[in-house]
Structures are given as structure tokens and as C-alpha cells.
């Protein structure tokens, strides 16, 4: 099988193509809509979670989703930034692309990474690596300062409510630790010329002051809070935590940059950054029907659903009709192309794909966060030879594969979509998460088999799955699925003691009432 067509779309091509798209689109709004049917049932499971400390990308492929992570320099809005390192004559070429972005931003990107390499690779103030490090940090914030500046905004608003919680309790001393954090995060952040260095300076401050909690008490108390059952209660500290565990990501991220530099010295003595133009979005089929038997044919038309009566009339006392109804109809209507899914289709357009074309010799495709649902179903497909990060499940209805992709791509995906919607049905637990980003980049897969999941729109919202027991083969791909009944979430156990600072708790994110599914930018 070919991930594209060799000739022409012919016409029963195109019918076949529209098909597919709309079964897509029902298999979608069926997982969301019984996605949210389960968390109005209230049955969740959450099940132990332990962190995937023992199947580390290699230090190389960590290094390329920082890269990526610095490309990804807007709140919200695109799910995901690929960019993979080429191997080129006498020397590398970082090759980026992005969800939906403009010719302009993305020469912007291209340009503000490789002002960061060569500044890392010439150090040209001749700096020791400490300053070096915080020159860098400085760096990274400031590309990424409106995002940077979102953490903060949310930072202070969640302290506010934690403050208050503890302070009805009387609960003096984390009142008092928390207040000092808030103390530190409430600094002007109106980047000026003259204001720059302050404002960079504050952050790091800030930075490091979250370091410093990792290992004080307090880091224990929002973790502990965070794994509280009570969602409602848990909410505002998972959030407290995420935003702690991205902000601090960027120490990560300017120290690795650094590391690089003596590690692999080589590659920064000759590279070029180039991107991919972003792929067009396109008009979404228009959904058929939203009625609960037509969108379930749709889906499944080859299926006999008969002996799922019993769990979809459990789930219709929970608003499946009426959910799967919003997911179909309160959405966008233009479709995109994930960058990793670009990206390896335009590495497959231009023959790049041999382990020789790449820098490091492995075929590896890093993006700002794990990917989501639909492109982990992409990159399982027997014939990919790509790796990427562990996905974090979420499902973006509006994806879609890249024009000219063989039908047997989309049907290989659709198969895998019909089993995990079915395992949603009968088991009725969701893995959901807020957060479609993490801090580390723990793991890199291509096939697995998965849970579960479902979004909103086109925000980010549930589902993940992410194992420590997952088999890595060599060249790090997971080849075994998450243990079942486990919920992620992008925070950070701030009392652990993992290099990366950001690994996956089991993130209690969820409100009953289902606000967490709306999500909130990353
Ligand atoms: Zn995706």
C-alpha cells in the first residue's frame, strides 16, 4: 500500500474519497459525542499512573521537538509545529511547518530560529555556559512571549483561587507559599524596547522560583490537589500545575539548545533552516443527518450495532443523541492538515525516506506536542516507516489527509477509528485530557493501539493514553498500548524528581460539568 495515489483523481475516486471523509466526520462526532455522554454518566475510571521515564526519545530527537516547541510561538490556535533535521551536502537543514499559518509568520519563524542557532553555535559575547543559558532563555521567551505571557495571565488567576481555597480553610502555610509565587508572577509584562530586559529578567526570576518549588513542599501540595477526586476541586490546580510545567519548560528547552552545541558540535557548523508552506485549508463535508441511527450508520455501515443496543441506550440517558447532534453541527467548517502529517507527506513527495536523509540517521518527524488521535492512527499504518512523539489522543474532527493520500490510507484509519469507538461504547471510559501539550518529550511511537477520545470543535480537549510499560523497540517506537482506564493530562508532578520537568500525571482535569473539555490553549 501507498500512502499516495500514482495517478489522477478520477471521478469514482473523488465519491470514494467524500465518503470516506463523511464517515470520518460521523466516527468523530460518535467518539465525542459518547465521550461526553460518559462524563455526564460520571464513568470515568482513572486508574495509576506512572510516568514513561524508562523510553526516552534520544537525546537528538528531544533536542528537535525543542526546535519545534520554540516554531510554535502563538497561544492556541494550531495544534502542532513539525520539523525534522535533514542531512544535506556539508551539513543539516531544519525543515519546519506549521498548521495554517501565513507565509509571513512562517518566515518570521525561519528567521528568529536560525538568529537562535547561530547565536547558540557562534556564543558570540564568548559567554560561559550559565549566561549563555540565560541568554538563551531570554531568547525563547521573548519569541514566544504572547504565549508566554498567556501562562502568566492564567498563572494569576488560578493562584488567586487556589489562595482563596486555602485561605477558607486556614491553611496558613501554603496561603503563604502560594501568595509569594503570586507576589512574583504580578510584574508588567508591556514589552517595550526599554521594558525588555526587565520583563525577561522577571520571567526568569519566575522560572526559577517554579524550580524551586519542584522540591519543597508545596510542589507536593499542588500535585496532591491535583489527584484529588473531587474534579471540581482538583480543576484549578491541575491548571495551576500545567501552567507551572510549561513556563518551566523553557529552562528545559534553552538548556538542551546549549547542550546541543557541545554534543554535537558539527551540526552547528553548517545548517540552514527552511520551512514548508502551510497546507490550505479546505471546505468540510456537510454532515448528513444528526440524528443518533443515521450518524451510527454512517460510521459503522458494514457493522451489525445490535448487541450495543443495551450500552447506547445507557448512553442515550446521558444526551448521546443530543451530544453527537453538537459535534456534527457546532463546528468549523474548513478542514487542515496536521504538520506532522504534512511534513511526512512532503517527505515522501520528495523521496526523503531513507534513515540516510536524515541528520541523526532516524526517521523522525519531532513536533511541538504529542500528536493527536487521528495522525497517531496516521503513523501507525503499516507502511509508515516515520516515528513521532506518543500521542496524546485528543480528536480534532477537522483533520484530514493530505490531498492524493491512497484511499487505503484512509481506510486503514477509519478501521482504527470504528474499533476504538466501539471499545468506547461497550467499555464507557474515556481518556480525556486537557492539555494536548507536555512538557517533556518522553517516547516516540508509530503503531499502537489506543483509547479513546474526543474534542469539541477544533479545541483542545480529552483523551490520552501514555504508558510506562509501553515496549519500545529500538529507534524508540512504542509498539505496545497504554493500560487501559488511565487519564493524562499535560502537569507536571511537582515533586518528582524527572529530568524533564512536565511528565504526565494522571491528570484529574475533568469537571463533571464538562468544562474541561473545552480546553484552553497551549
Ligand atoms: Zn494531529
Request: aromatic share 10%; hydrophobic share 30%; proline share 5%.
Amino acid at each position: 500500500m501507498s500512502y499516495r495515489t500514482a495517478s489522477n483523481t478520477s471521478k469514482s475516486q473523488m465519491t470514494k474519497e467524500t465518503d470516506q471523509e463523511q464517515q470520518l466526520l460521523n466516527l468523530c462526532a460518535c467518539q465525542g459525542g459518547i465521550t461526553a455522554a460518559c462524563i455526564t454518566r460520571s464513568a470515568i475510571k482513572y486508574g495509576s499512573f506512572e510516568s514513561n521515564r524508562g523510553s526516552s526519545l534520544s537525546a537528538f530527537q528531544s533536542f528537535q521537538c525543542k526546535l519545534a516547541k520554540f516554531c510554535h510561538n502563538d497561544m492556541g490556535g494550531e495544534p502542532n509545529t513539525s520539523l525534522v533535521c535533514l542531512a544535506v551536502d556539508g551539513g543539516a537543514e531544519f525543515l519546519f511547518t506549521s498548521n495554517s499559518r501565513k507565509e509571513t509568520q512562517l518566515e518570521e519563524i525561519k528567521r528568529g530560529l536560525e538568529e537562535l542557532l547561530r547565536f547558540a553555535a557562534t556564543n558570540p559575547d564568548e559567554l560561559k555556559p550559565k549566561p549563555l543559558q540565560k541568554m538563551i532563555l531570554w531568547r525563547f521567551v521573548e519569541f514566544g512571549f504572547r504565549r508566554v505571557d498567556g501562562y502568566f495571565k492564567t498563572l494569576s488567576r488560578t493562584l488567586d483561587e487556589c489562595i482563596h481555597e486555602c485561605e477558607s480553610a486556614n491553611e496558613s502555610t501554603i496561603t503563604k507559599q502560594l501568595c509569594e509565587l503570586k507576589s512574583r508572577v504580578e510584574f508588567p509584562r508591556e514589552m517595550t524596547d526599554s521594558a525588555r530586559n526587565k520583563i525577561l529578567n522577571d520571567c526568569e526570576t519566575f522560572i526559577k522560583a517554579i524550580e524551586a518549588s519542584k522540591n519543597s513542599s508545596l510542589g507536593g501540595e499542588i500535585d496532591r490537589r491535583a489527584r484529588q477526586d473531587d474534579h471540581d476541586q482538583a480543576y484549578k490546580w491541575c491548571e495551576l500545575r500545567h501552567c507551572l510545567g510549561r513556563l518551566y519548560s523553557y529552562r528545559q528547552a534553552a538548556d538542551a539548545i546549549v547542550e546541543a552545541t557541545t554534543k554535537w558540535p558539527e551540526l552547528f557548523k553548517s545548517f540552514k533552516v527552511g520551512y514548508i508552506p502551510s497546507a490550505k485549508q479546505k471546505k468540510a463535508v456537510s454532515p448528513m443527518s444528526g440524528k443518533l441511527t443515521d450518524v451510527l450508520h454512517y460510521a459503522f455501515p458494514e457493522y451489525d450495532l445490535e448487541e450495543f443496543q443495551p450500552d447506547i441506550a445507557e448512553l442515550q440517558k446521558y444526551g448521546l443523541e443530543l451530544e453527537i447532534r453538537k459535534q456534527m453541527f457546532e463546528r468549523n467548517s474548513k478542514t487542515s492538515i496536521h504538520a506532522e502529517v504534512h511534513m511526512h507527506d512532503y517527505l515522501s513527495r520528495v523521496r526523503k525516506v531513507k534513515a540516510s536523509d536524515f541528520w541523526d540517521g532516524t526517521m523522525f518527524i519531532a513536533t511541538s506536542k504529542p500528536v493527536c488521535q487521528l495522525c497517531h492512527f496516521y503513523f501507525q499504518n503499516d507502511d509508515n516507516e516515520f516515528s513521532v512523539q506518543p500521542p496524546h489522543m485528543n480528536l480534532y474532527p477537522m483533520w484530514r489527509v493530505p490531498d492524493g493520500a491512497s484511499e487505503e490510507v484512509l481506510e486503514d484509519l477509519i478501521d482504527r477509528m470504528q474499533v476504538n469507538t466501539i471499545k468506547l461504547i461497550t467499555e464507557k471510559h474515556p481518556y480525556y485530557k486537557r492539555y494536548d501539550s507536555r512538557t517533556d518529550s518522553h517516547g516516540c511511537q508509530t503503531r499502537a493501539t489506543h483509547e479513546t477520545v474526543f474534542d469539541r470543535s477544533s479545541a483542545p480537549s480529552p483523551l490520552d493514553g501514555r504508558s510506562a510499560h509501553s515496549g519500545v523497540r529500538p529507534g524508540g517506537y512504542h509498539n505496545v498500548p497504554p493500560p487501559p482506564n488511565e487519564v493524562f493530562d499535560d502537569i507536571i508532578p511537582l515533586g518528582s524528581d524527572l529530568e524533564d520537568y512536565g511528565a504526565v500525571g494522571d491528570g484529574r482535569t475533568s469537571a463533571p460539568n464538562g468544562r474541561s473539555m473545552i480546553g484552553v490553549a497551549n
